[in-house]
């Protein structure tokens, strides 16, 4: 059975920092590509980023780059998410998702099959 669970979601102040975490039951983990996305208030679901599984290859959504990364422990089974810098429009419900072999394109929702249950961030101005 497959299982995301995200964590490290929380209210913060403009310009700080948090770590998410993504614990995954997954077989093959190590070789699966893991992407997280967000879901702000009355919007649609919207890529943040995504990694390859050796850490080789690493997209960002232009609004999270050079303040958010991506980066994994295959040791773990953990996929994070670094986000520096915070400021209030990154205010979502963040979730994992694990990327599915078809064609979709990885910025794309429809390009995962497995998603985490999300976890709340709030930034405050």
């Known amino acids: 059975q497959v299982q995301l669970v995200e964590s490290g979601g929380g209210l913060v102040q403009a310009g700080d920092s948090l770590r998410l975490s993504c614990a995954a039951s997954?077989?093959?983990?190590?070789?699966?590509?893991m992407g997280w996305f967000r879901q702000p208030p009355g919007l649609e679901r919207e890529f943040v980023a995504v990694i390859n599984w050796n850490s080789a290859v690493k997209y960002y959504a232009d609004s999270v780059k050079g303040r958010f990364t991506i980066s994994r422990d295959n040791a773990k089974s953990t996929v994070y998410l670094q986000m520096n810098s915070l400021k209030p429009e990154d205010t979502a419900v963040y979730y994992c998702?694990?990327?599915?072999?078809?064609?979709?394109?990885?910025?794309?929702?429809?390009?995962?099959?497995?998603w985490g249950q999300g976890t709340q961030v709030t930034v405050s101005s």
């Open positions: 997954i077989r093959a983990f190590s070789s699966s590509t």
């Open positions: 998702a694990r990327r599915s072999l078809g064609s979709a394109p990885y910025s794309q929702q429809a390009g995962y099959d497995y």
